[in-house]
């Protein structure tokens, strides 16, 4: 009986530490908040000091622009002017643009393909620029990486006057 125990003990621990190895440990995340447009955005701690660059997109027309909107860059911490890393680029669009873009009233930019939804809300459409990544910038695949686990997230936001 003696032994029966100490190998049921010896059996608990074995299984216990070999569940604490294998266990797969969520990555910590840092989260950038815009309650402007109404948006979440979840990135790796690695990304924990990140800057914001506010850029704008320009919609075109037989080569004049007829339309502009906000490009937020979300950009890593690491960056420097000599060694640049690729940013996060979020197009905000009003629903109303987006629709204009669907409809080839204007384009942007001399890609083929226009921008790729990552999300909307009640009143805005986000999207990442075609090609935003061609330059293959350091950290270009980790950024692919965030984008692929679907890191913006939206609610609502009440209409301004």
């Given at each position: 009986?003696?032994?029966?125990?100490?190998?049921?003990?010896?059996?608990?621990?074995?299984?216990?530490l070999f569940s604490c190895i294998n266990e797969e440990k969520e990555p910590?995340?840092?989260?950038?908040?815009?309650?402007?447009?109404?948006?979440?955005?979840?990135?790796?701690?690695?990304?924990?000091?990140?800057?914001?660059?506010?850029?704008?997109?320009?919609?075109?027309?037989?080569?004049?622009?007829?339309?502009?909107?906000?490009?937020?860059?979300?950009?890593?911490?690491?960056?420097?002017?000599?060694?640049?890393?690729?940013?996060?680029?979020?197009?905000?669009?009003?629903l109303t643009e987006w629709n204009a873009l669907q409809q080839g009233e204007?384009?942007?930019?001399?890609a083929p393909v226009g921008p790729r939804e990552l999300n909307r809300n009640?009143?805005?459409?986000?999207?990442?620029?075609?090609?935003?990544?061609?330059?293959?910038?350091?950290?270009?695949?980790?950024?692919?990486?965030?984008?692929?686990?679907?890191?913006?997230?939206?609610?609502?936001?009440?209409?301004?006057?």
């Amino acid at each position: 009986m003696k032994k029966i125990i100490v190998f049921i003990v010896i059996l608990a621990v074995s299984v216990f530490l070999f569940s604490c190895i294998n266990e797969e440990k969520e990555p910590t995340l840092t989260e950038y908040g815009n309650t402007q447009y109404g948006f979440n955005f979840s990135l790796p701690e690695s990304w924990k000091g990140y800057s914001l660059i506010a850029d704008k997109w320009e919609g075109l027309k037989n080569g004049k622009v007829i339309a502009t909107g906000p490009l937020l860059l979300i950009r890593h911490p690491q960056w420097t002017q000599q060694d640049q890393r690729q940013d996060i680029p979020i197009m905000v669009f009003t629903l109303t643009e987006w629709n204009a873009l669907q409809q080839g009233e204007f384009h942007i930019g001399a890609a083929p393909v226009g921008p790729r939804e990552l999300n909307r809300n009640n009143r805005y459409v986000f999207a990442l620029p075609a090609r935003y990544n061609y330059a293959f910038l350091t950290g270009f695949e980790e950024v692919e990486k965030i984008l692929e686990s679907d890191p913006l997230q939206t609610y609502d936001v009440a209409n301004q006057k």
